[in-house]
């Protein structure tokens, strides 16, 4: 079956919401259910998370600046920083001890434990993985230009996302080079790295070093 395995992308388990995650064989598929995911996460937090406005969870070891913008619902989980005028737009899970840094802005995103969107990118639509990391400036488009549904690519076969907006999904360990941008239905497997400056499109396959179109190396 051309489909994406969640457990093939998401092979460790750090995320408030892993346990519903999982339940979903495909990890396209999580994309259009954050909402509903958020909703079920929100019912089951402890008493760590305190709402500071309705339908906002922060857990009382978050940092988060003054001049960030967070909007329901979102929840951010412990030791995670929020900086300087990021702009969290609904529908957001910031895992433990991420990073969500100046100028940044996320909508309907969920980034595992440890994941870094440091300085000034965009992240929509998307899951980013355990300790991936974006690097200045890399961007996640989540629009077609024709604004037709978007398709992820598996194996040289394409697979309709149901949906208009549709990010990239990033795996675990995965490092983005400044100003790159991974354009809608890229998929970025576990150990993945991104030259500065690409524009990918497709999958990138695991443990491996996008230097370019036609141009990918195994790293090990």
């Known amino acids: 079956m051309n489909e994406l395995l969640f457990k093939s992308l998401y092979k460790t388990d750090c995320s408030l919401v ?3 995650l999982v339940k979903y064989t495909y990890a396209h598929k999580i994309i259009a259910d954050i909402s509903n995911i ?3 996460a929100i019912l089951s937090l402890d008493c760590d998370f305190i709402e500071v406005e309705n339908g906002i969870f922060i857990h009382r070891d978050a940092h988060i600046s003054k001049n960030a913008t ?3 619902p979102c929840i951010i989980d412990k030791n995670a920083d929020i900086r300087h005028s990021a702009y ?3 529908n957001v899970i910031v895992g433990k001890d991420c990073v969500v840094g100046n100028s940044c802005e996320l909508k309907s995103a969920i980034l595992f434990d440890g994941a870094c969107v440091p300085h000034f990118n965009y992240v929509g ?3 980013l993985g355990y300790k991936s990391h974006l690097g200045a400036g ?3 488009s989540n629009l077609k230009s024709d604004k037709s549904n978007v398709k992820i690519d598996i194996n040289g076969q394409k697979t309709d996302t149901g949906s208009r907006k549709f990010g990239a999904l990033v ?3 995965c490092e983005v080079g400044c100003g790159s941008v991974l354009n809608p239905g890229t998929v970025l497997m576990p150990h993945s790295t991104i030259y500065p400056l690409s ?3 497709g999958t990138v396959p695991e443990n491996s070093i996008y230097k370019g179109k036609g141009n990918i190396v195994k790293r090990w």
Do not use: H, M, P, T
Request: hydrophobic residues 45%; charged residues 25%; contains cysteine.
């Open 138 to 140: 890399a961007i996640i």
């Open 38 to 40: 958020i909703k079920e």
């Open 125 to 127: 639509n998307s899951l």
């Open 18 to 20: 892993y346990n519903e």
């Open 171 to 173: 795996g675990d360990f």
């Open 199 to 201: 524009c990918v499109r």
């Open 70 to 72: 967070i909007l329901a």
């Open 88 to 90: 969290l737009r609904g």
